[in-house]
């Protein structure tokens, strides 16, 4: 069956660029941090509340391209209720699905983040996709320094 990735990637950017989920200010945030890709200008702060190992809320706010914001939305949607553990799977996962090559998305795993791997096709919009990721990647492992693309 053809999977239709490009259709995807335009619906799905199209959407959560629109109306992004779970932006604004989180209050009461236990762990805050920003990140930013100077390739693009694109800026974000990710803001995380913890209940014990799972990520109990998480908002973001900022100002970027499409394509970094539909990734920041759509990544805050999947990782809310994860454990850590699965969050730093997800992010492994998402990682390879960024960089591999040809290799279709396996849409019951990851549902709409699939359609981000339709940035393969434009290799100097990948750092606006994985921003947020990398910011994440980075809130969990406690690091306090801002994260930076280049
Ligand atoms: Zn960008």
């Known amino acids: 069956m053809m999977f239709d990735l490009k259709q995807l990637y335009q619906d799905v950017i199209v959407d959560h660029n629109r109306s992004p989920r779970n932006f604004g200010i989180l209050e009461h945030a236990d762990r805050k941090l920003e990140g930013y890709n100077p390739l693009c200008g694109d800026k974000l702060t990710l803001y995380v509340k913890m209940d014990g190992d799972i990520i109990s809320d998480i908002r973001f706010d900022g100002s970027g391209c499409a394509i970094s914001v539909a990734s920041a939305s759509l990544m805050t949607e999947a990782m809310k209720g994860k454990t850590i553990a699965k969050a730093e799977q997800l992010f492994n996962d998402f990682h390879h699905l960024l960089t591999a090559e040809n290799a279709e998305p396996d849409l019951d795993r990851f ?15 990948i750092k606006c996709a994985s921003l947020c990721w990398h910011t ?7 690091n306090a320094a ?3 693309t280049e």
């Open 111 to 125: 549902g709409k983040l699939a359609a981000l791997a339709g940035v393969r096709e434009y290799p100097s919009r």
């Open 136 to 142: 994440l990647h980075a809130v969990i492992d406690g």
């Open 146 to 148: 801002a994260v930076s």
